[in-house]
């Protein structure tokens, strides 16, 4: 073997590493910043592709070109109504200078930290300027509560003129002016999660229950009223048929009675002994039983047909 192979085999293998070491690649998601001895050297790379850098003297630092995410922590803030919540946002941003971005934060992790304090702050000032109602709900919606009238929850809606949608926009443009210099874009904040703190909860949850229960007696008390309504139209209705009912009868019977009375009359009229005969057997039946004992003189007119029957 030739002593010089191994000497050109080893040369092969320092210039293959000095090589891997000097390339670098750029892919459509990332962007690059040189830096020599951790000062940045020139401008961003951001074309993808194979790029070449000195060996050991120079880093490739990569940076996000997509959105990124922050998750802020939930913060307990107090509104401008005095109404103690949980607050918790969330938020996307972009490196739009990787140089700036590399100078002021250096990595994504600064970044986070830095709007940690920007993103927190600015929601808990505009948070602080607004009631509650403003931070929950968007615009002035129509009612849409079944349980009630909706002229009575027009009344307990309160008008709002901000929104969260307008407070978001706030807190937004608060903090793209804290981040214009870091080389960052923030793109869209929302709230995640609104809530009261446990100490408010629970009275929130009381005054609900209250308010429910007064609907619900509202209902009960209504329905009790028609219950009486109704009570009250049938009482009359019944009085007034039994009413009619007995001035028909004693019509019928007034009409019974002087019809059975012209009967007799004529009766009379035509006969008055036999009249008399007749009522005297009438009084007959109706006065005598078994069980009684009737004493008589002997000129009664009660006597005068058991004297003489014939």
């Known amino acids: 073997m030739n002593r010089s192979q191994p000497m050109l085999l080893a040369l092969l293998l320092i210039g293959l590493f000095l090589l891997g070491t000097s390339v670098y690649t750029v892919n459509e998601v990332n962007q690059v910043i040189i830096t020599q001895f951790g000062e940045p050297l020139g ?16 880093t490739a630092n990569r940076f996000e070109k997509r959105f ?49 304090d920007i993103l927190d702050g600015e929601t808990r000032n505009a948070v602080a300027r607004h009631d509650l109602i403003e931070i929950v709900r968007t615009s002035n919606r129509e009612p849409v509560d079944t349980t009630i009238s909706p002229q009575e929850e027009q009344e307990s809606l309160t008008a709002i003129v901000t929104g969260r949608e307008q407070i978001t926009r706030e807190i937004l443009e608060a903090a793209a002016s804290g981040v214009a210099d870091l080389g960052i874009e923030l793109l869209d904040l929302k709230f995640k999660r609104i809530t009261y703190v446990d100490e408010v909860q629970q009275d929130v ?51 019974a009675d002087a019809e059975a009375t012209q009967i007799y009359a004529d009766a009379y009229g035509r006969d008055a002994g036999f009249y008399a005969f007749t009522k005297s057997l009438e009084t007959y039946e109706n006065t005598m039983d078994p069980d009684t004992f009737f004493i008589l003189g002997t000129d009664s007119e009660l006597m005068r047909y058991l004297e003489a029957p014939r």
């Not at 401008?43 to 120079?58: D, R, W, Y």
């Not at 998750?71 to 990787?98: H, L, M």
């Not at 308010?211 to 329905?223: D, L, V």
């Open 43 to 58: 401008n961003p790379v951001t074309e993808p592709g194979l790029h070449f850098k000195v060996p050991f003297i120079q």
């Open 68 to 116: 990124l995410e922050w998750d802020g922590n939930p913060n307990q803030v107090p509104t401008r109504d005095r109404r103690f919540i949980w607050v918790d946002t969330y938020a996307r941003w972009r490196i739009t200078d990787p140089l700036l971005f590399f100078q002021r934060l250096r990595d994504e992790r600064g970044a986070q930290s830095r709007l940690d």
């Open 205 to 255: 949850f009381a005054r609900m229950i209250a308010e429910r229960q007064r609907i619900a007696e509202e209902f009960r008390s209504e329905g009790q009223g028609q219950s009486a309504r109704i009570l009250g139209e049938r009482e009359r209705d019944l009085a007034r048929i039994q009413s009619e009912a007995f001035r028909a009868a004693e019509e019928l019977r007034g009409s």
